[in-house]
């Protein structure tokens, strides 16, 4: 249900990495879409395991939007 929140075009991004096997812990980057409509960057490491014979998800979403904004200005400063 959350993969409904990835933006369209990350979605493949995050079936890629996101669903790795039990045991790895990939670290990516995708955009989120908001209720209210904004766009939100977010920093993903996710795992799936194994608990009482179901396989499981576990992911960890860090809201990094002001620090891709930052990233982006300074690039654009330094090229100008």
């Not at 933006?7 to 995708?30: I, K, N, S």
């Not at 908001?34 to 993903?44: I, S």
Request: hydrophobic share 40%.
């Amino acid at each position: 249900r959350w993969l409904a929140m990835v933006h369209p075009e990350d979605q493949g991004l995050v079936r890629a990495h996101g669903f790795t096997g039990p045991g790895q812990v990939p670290t990516y980057r995708c955009r989120l879409r908001c209720a209210d409509g904004a766009e939100r960057v977010a920093q993903v490491r996710s795992s799936m395991f194994v608990e009482h014979d179901e396989l499981r998800f576990l992911g960890l979403f860090t809201d990094v939007t002001e620090l891709e904004e930052a990233r982006s200005a300074a690039i654009a400063s330094a090229s100008s």
